[in-house]
């Protein structure tokens, strides 16, 4: 029998191919790790020693981190780039797992093009952009298959990948599950588990110290052992030190792999405060031994695991109170507590190691049959900036999101501001960053520089990292609060629980006033109401209202009531603020109206403005005379990015030069790349993606276009107008009332592709008219400056009485 | 040299076209035959028709379906076709209430927040539309009614856009309230459809007088006149006794308010002398009059097929009292032969239309007339023969089609 060789045609006829084809011969899987504790490590070795006697596998780990301790042997030593490139030379053919190792894919793509036999198999692992789906979407052409440990990591990397998405596989990871739990459950005391990377990036190990003073407070019985290294074991060994917990907390440094399923079987539960995972390797682990897990709510790596109440529990990320009360629980009932973890270990069964091996045999066999990728020539090789991962040659990790440089400026108090210091709690529902999300950060800042206590409580996403990230640069605390409307892969948790949260941080803050800003009518509601009931002043700032979702006569009455009890209501645009006088029914000018501003940058000189521009050009691959029309915003029906392709045709008809820069993210994306496909226009659109250089795009850009279906006061043009950059929008809610048409930019009927196609042609038909209009634009949008939203927003809060509830007051 | 391929023509139509129960619909399906008769591929663009799917299917050379609705999903679900047809039209009868309930319940925007013509709108299947024309790359794409006009600024460059205005809508509303009807969804002002008609290149009129208004609304764009084509059939001749009456028509305000009005003041006098004589009520306008009982009329509703009902009609009544575009009811029954007695209002749309071809008469004067025409068999012969040598002249589909077909040829060899 002949056994199916590499698809790869050429290959047929070489030496190393015959090798490969020859009967019996396994073939290598190299699996690139570092030397530190983490899941990925011990999944590794687990997948090594379950392959032992695989038929086609051989597993190789390969240690690509510096030399250090060795709790685990290694097959390969790969601390360099040169050691990378001599080892899949010589193990060549293989299959190569890089893990996080993304320096190994240049080195793999060289090898490749030297006409070694490498297939890759790009893994991801966690649910997080900036560590795996932009890295894997960077190196996506040499992926010959793709493995996300969960269901939510695989969609939103087919979101990214649309065209790969038949090649991305579900694979959680592989466990060893006894045939029989055989173990006995304690509560005198309670065994507690922590095993993983000490880090508080993701892992967020800095919540065990409110924990571990949460189950003090509440006397319940327990040892926690927090095992493994990590960035923050000092930090986190130093806090614990300050907290009189009687020796009950002990931290043991990494064990080896191998003892761990002993570990887990001595422990009863298994706590994670993480904010973001894959599928937690320690879950699994964990669960097979019976211990009962208690875990921070993530959206992914929980849905179709975890069955809250029945084989674990799950708690708002940061809130270690809940936590605590979940282990109170378990304390108070003992039964439950073997229950639950009965259960836990029935569910882990899923995910044995021997099934495991079984898929993903199958996946390297499928990388094995694909044709070898090669890396597009022309394109470069190395990423504009290194990712987050373990770099080869003992360089650092690129910055971790929680350490990189903040995005935003720190907003000084304006001057004119002479107004008392509040306690100040900004909230906001929104599971995402956007214009709306970024004016609350510039409002906490500001407030934080005038010296005011701030707070900000919002739902932990992967996509609210980088403003937690902003908000503490900018010297806000954050706070996690899960009151989200949009539903997540835990669906929409209950009114009830919404509403206590919100009462549970107002009496933990005590805040003397409180900004809400939410992103429409619908939203918020239970919070408003928790607010009310506590009668602490707020500002609800709406800035998004929709003519088209009216409300019902209940919840307009209970905002009637919020209103009576210290609640303001604030719109953004005159628009707005009729808009919300017709939905609540009241007198608008009950309404307090402040438009939302922007910072206005000093002019560019001509020259700088141009060399960003061939820059812009030439890292998206442009010709340096492409007229470049940028849109910001999120990739949703919202923002009208679907009116915009189908008059790209005839845009290119008039001006072929013309080429659309997206900047954003957003569900409708691969719908959008699709549609462009269709309309034959997908070579002049470039997905941008989640941006974090606006600034420099609005300063590279010819024309910006704003097509949006409706909006309360856009930042994002305001920012536009604000950078001198010509535009087009639509006349939207209030964006009227900031551009006059023909003065300082064109306006275009709402949803009318017509209409839009011939305002951008006329606008690229005359670039003086338009660059006079940006000229006055400009000069406009002073009116709307950031320090005049910021002064009025705080004049405002200042102005509230002072709250029953606050610390003040106490 | 090869053989140039058919040209394709994407038929944008927002739906109701099977079961063909109005007007709009046979014109469609008027266009289509014919069209494809002449060697064109039709690409037809719809909204589902849930069962009617493959039939639509059989007439056309593709078929786009919108996508379908939530409601439309769930019927299909709980009403599979394997259920038997009482249960299943139950099933889906209890869906759609809960359906229209739920909508109720709904808290609505203000009045006036959304207007007449973002309602009439079906922005999906405008996308489904560009969709469509981007694949098919068709020499001209046709959208039927003004509310589809947006679905033709998605079409790719290079396909002649035509709209199929049907009827001038903004002047409807006036006139229905005049004549104590009520067209109140139909709140178009004339600026907003002069914006709409501009998205086409070329604007098809169904009748003269409209074609007249649109080219003094848009005077630089070409008006096209494409009347409604019908088959001449003449059909045999009736029994004589007991004599019966026609009445076709699709629920719609017109008709109804019509019909009541016939109902009332007509057939009680005519019934007084001429006992033996019936009405038969074709179409969907008989669900204005559930459940009324009137000696002499039976309500038939929706019909396969109209054929053995015009067979056995005397006389076709049209008592509609106003009306715009063309009763497309009227020039089926002129193609069939029959005596057809309307109102002033039915006949707006015909055009040149001789003296004896039909019988014009006020509702006043219809029972005399009828009464007259069913004790005078020769009068009503000589006006069945009027009225099909006037079909012939003017309703036949050589005659109808052939300003539109010179301008797709036209299209086709731009040089």
Request: glycine share 6%; charged share 25%.
């Amino acid at each position: 029998m002949t056994p199916t060789p590499g698809r790869g045609a050429p290959y047929l006829f070489t030496r190393r191919m015959k090798t490969v084809t020859q009967p019996r011969r396994k073939l290598p899987v190299i699996i690139a790790i570092g030397d530190f504790a983490g899941g990925v490590t011990s999944w590794a070795q687990r997948l090594r020693r379950a392959c032992e006697n695989h038929p086609r596998l051989r597993i190789m780990l390969m240690n690509c981190s510096p030399a250090g301790g060795r709790v685990i042997p290694f097959d390969l030593e790969a601390p360099t780039r040169e050691a990378a490139a001599l080892a899949l030379a010589r193990h060549a053919p293989a299959v190569i797992v890089p893990n996080f190792v993304f320096d190994l894919y240049p080195v793999a793509a060289e090898q490749i093009a030297a006409g070694h036999d490498l297939r890759l198999i790009g893994y991801c692992r966690a649910d997080s952009a900036r560590e795996y789906y932009d890295p894997l979407a960077f190196y996506e052409p040499l992926v010959s298959r793709f493995v996300a440990v969960s269901p939510r990591c695989a969609e939103r990397l087919a979101v990214r990948l649309p065209h790969r998405a038949g090649e991305i596989a579900t694979l959680p990871t592989g466990v060893n599950h006894p045939p029989a739990l055989a173990r006995a459950y304690r509560r005198d005391p309670i065994r507690l588990i922590y095993a993983g990377r000490v880090v508080q990036h993701q892992k967020r190990v800095l919540d065990f110290v409110p924990l571990v003073q949460e189950l003090l407070a509440r006397g319940i019985d327990f040892v926690f052992d927090i095992v493994g290294d990590g960035r923050q074991f000092d930090e986190l060994r130093a806090a614990l030190a300050l907290v009189p917990h009687g020796g009950r907390v002990q931290l043991h440094g990494r064990l080896a792999p191998d003892l761990m399923d002993r570990v887990w079987a001595d422990h009863d539960v298994f706590l994670q405060t993480s904010d973001f995972e894959g599928t937690s390797n320690s879950m699994l682990e964990s669960m097979a031994q019976g211990a009962v897990p208690v875990l921070t709510h993530t959206e992914s790596g929980l849905d179709g695991i975890i069955e809250p109440g029945v084989n674990g529990f799950v708690v708002p990320v940061g809130d270690m109170a809940a936590m605590a009360d979940a282990i109170g629980l378990l304390v108070a009932q003992p039964i439950l507590l073997e229950r639950v973890g009965r259960a836990a270990w029935q569910t882990a069964g899923r995910f044995s190691i021997e099934r495991y091996v079984e898929h993903f045999a199958r996946i390297v066999e499928q990388a094995w049959g694909a044709p070898p990728r090669l890396w597009p020539p022309g394109r470069p090789l190395e990423p504009p900036e290194p990712f987050f991962g373990l770099r080869l040659g003992g360089g650092p990790h690129a910055a971790p999101p929680d350490s990189r440089p903040p995005r935003v400026r720190r907003v000084p108090p304006p001057a004119s501001l002479d107004v008392p210091s509040r306690r100040l709690l900004i909230m906001f529902p929104s599971p995402r960053r956007g214009g709306a999300e970024d004016y609350t950060l510039t409002i906490g800042a500001a407030a934080a520089a005038a010296g005011w206590p701030v707070h900000a409580a919002f739902p932990r996403r992967s996509a609210t990292e980088s403003l937690l990230a902003d908000f503490e640069a900018s010297g806000v605390r954050c706070e996690p609060l899960e009151f989200c409307d949009i539903p997540n892969p835990g669906g929409i948790d209950p009114r009830r629980r919404r509403f206590t949260r919100t009462l549970r941080l107002l009496n933990r803050l005590r805040p003397d006033c409180v900004l809400l800003q939410l992103c429409g009518i619908r939203y918020g509601l239970e919070s408003l109401l928790a607010l009310a009931w506590r009668r602490v002043p707020a500002l609800v700032v709406f800035q998004l209202v929709r003519e088209d979702q009216p409300i019902g006569p209940l919840r307009r009455r209970l905002y009637a009531w919020a209103r009576g009890r210290g609640l303001r209501t604030v719109a953004v645009s005159e628009a707005n603020r009729a808009l919300l006088a017709r939905q609540f029914r009241m007198d608008p000018t009950d309404i307090l109206l402040i438009p939302n501003g922007t910072a206005i940058p000093p002019a560019e000189p001509p020259d700088r403005r141009l060399a960003l521009r061939q820059q812009l050009a030439a890292q998206l691959d442009l010709p340096a005379e492409a007229r470049l029309l940028l849109t910001v915003g999120r990739l949703d029906h919202q923002k009208g990015h679907d009116l915009l392709i189908p008059a790209i045709p005839h845009i290119l008809a008039r001006h072929p030069d013309a080429r659309f820069l997206w900047a954003g993210e957003g569900p409708l994306r691969p719908q959008l790349e699709q549609l462009a496909r269709d309309y034959g226009v997908a070579d002049a659109i470039r997905f941008l993606g989640q941006r974090e250089d606006i600034p420099d795009l609005l300063r590279a850009a010819d024309l910006y276009l704003f097509p949006t279906r409706f909006e309360g006061q856009p930042f994002s043009l305001l920012e536009a107008m604000a950078h001198g950059l010509p535009a087009v929008t639509t006349r939207a809610s209030g964006i009227a009332e900031v551009v006059e048409h023909m003065r300082h930019a064109l306006l275009c009927r709402v949803d009318d592709v017509r209409d839009l196609r011939e305002a951008v042609i006329w606008a690229l038909d005359h670039p003086d008219r338009m660059a006079a209009m940006a000229r006055e634009a400009r000069l406009r949008v002073e009116d709307f400056s950031e320090s005049r939203m910021i002064a009025m927003t705080l004049a405002a809060l200042a102005r509230a009485p002072h709250s029953s509830n606050s610390r003040g007051a106490a | 040299m090869e053989p140039r391929p058919a040209p394709t023509i994407l038929l944008i139509h927002p739906g109701g076209l099977l079961p063909v129960a109005g007007g709009g619909a046979a014109r469609a399906w008027a266009l289509v035959d014919h069209l494809r008769a002449s060697g064109t591929r039709v690409e037809l663009v719809t909204t589902d028709h849930g069962d009617l799917n493959e039939a639509l299917r059989a007439r056309v050379d593709r078929l786009w379906l919108q996508p379908q609705t939530r409601t439309q999903m769930l019927q299909r679900t709980m009403a599979p076709p394997s259920l038997p047809l009482r249960l299943r039209k139950l099933v889906r009868n209890a869906i759609t209430l809960a359906a229209r309930l739920r909508r109720r319940l709904q808290p609505k925007p203000a009045a006036g927040a959304v207007c007449a013509f973002e309602r009439q709108r079906n922005r999906a299947l405008e996308e489904l539309a560009g969709l469509a024309a981007c694949r098919s790359r068709p020499l001209a794409a046709i959208a039927t009614f003004v509310w589809m006009a947006p679905a033709l600024d998605r079409m790719p460059p290079g396909t002649l856009r035509l709209l199929d205005t049907i009827d001038v809508q903004h002047p409807r509303r006036e006139r229905a309230a005049a004549a104590g009807g009520c067209l109140d969804h139909l709140d178009l002002s004339r600026e907003d459809e002069i914006r709409e008609l501009t998205r086409a290149d070329v604007l098809l009129a169904i009748q003269p007088e409209e074609k007249a208004l649109l080219e003094q609304l848009l005077p630089d764009r070409p008006v096209c006149l494409v009347g409604h084509a019908v088959a001449i059939q003449p059909a045999a001749a009736p029994a004589a006794d007991p004599p019966e009456l026609l009445f076709v028509g699709q629920l719609y305000d017109p008709n109804v308010l019509g019909l009541r009005q016939f109902l009332g003041q007509v057939w009680p006098r005519l019934r007084a002398r001429v006992p033996s004589c019936r009405l038969n009520v074709c179409g969907r306008v008989v669900e204005a009059f559930r459940g009324r009982r009137i000696d002499g009329v039976r309500w038939r509703g929706l019909v396969p097929d109209l054929g053995p009902f015009y067979e056995r009609a005397r006389i076709v009544v049209n008592p509609v009292p106003y009306g715009s575009g063309l009763k497309i009811k009227n020039v089926e029954a002129l193609a069939r032969g029959k005596c057809l007695v309307t109102t002033p209002a039915g006949v707006v749309g015909l055009a040149d239309l001789p003296d004896g071809a039909c019988h014009v008469v006020e509702l006043a004067a219809m029972a005399d007339r009828i009464a007259m025409l069913l004790a005078d068999p020769a009068a009503l012969a000589a006006t069945e023969q009027a009225a099909l040598a006037y079909c012939r002249d003017r309703f036949s589909a050589p005659v109808v089609y052939r300003d539109l077909l010179a301008l797709l040829d036209a299209q086709r060899q731009p040089d």
